[in-house]
């Protein structure tokens, strides 16, 4: 098994950053690829951003050049910053991570809210 924690969210003007965090907690496992999606209300979840263990990322074409993940493999924690954000950035953000080897398992973070307002 491996716990989520997420952090980070909150409501930011226009323009504004913030720096989403997921630290996985696991004793025997290991951590493959990280990443983080977004739900808006009344959308689907659509995925943000991921990173492999080996620090590939691939990116949403809409936060290409605005935001950045990068992960800590000692302290099994990815982080998303998040810059120029915009008022369609709003919606819940969701940590994912997948672990294990044959097979390779997936757990979800509890989500948390971002707000671009003025």
């Known amino acids: 098994q491996v716990q989520l924690v997420e952090s980070g969210g909150g409501l930011v003007q226009p323009g504004g950053s913030l720096r989403l965090s997921c630290a996985a907690s696991?004793?025997?496992?290991?951590?493959?690829?990280m990443g983080w999606y977004r739900q808006a209300p009344g959308k689907q979840r659509d995925l943000v951003a991921t990173?492999?263990?080996?620090?590939?990322?691939n990116y949403a074409d809409s936060v290409k050049g605005r935001f950045t993940i990068s992960r800590d493999n000692a302290k099994n924690t990815t982080y998303l910053q998040m810059n120029s954000l915009k008022s369609e950035d709003t919606a819940v953000y969701y940590c994912?991570?997948?672990?294990?080897?044959?097979?390779?398992?997936?757990?979800w973070g509890q989500g948390t809210q971002v707000t671009v307002s003025s």
């Open positions: 990173i492999t263990g080996g620090g590939s990322t």
């Open positions: 696991t004793r025997f496992f290991s951590i493959n690829t």
């Open positions: 994912n991570v997948k672990y294990g080897l044959s097979p390779e398992y997936s757990a």
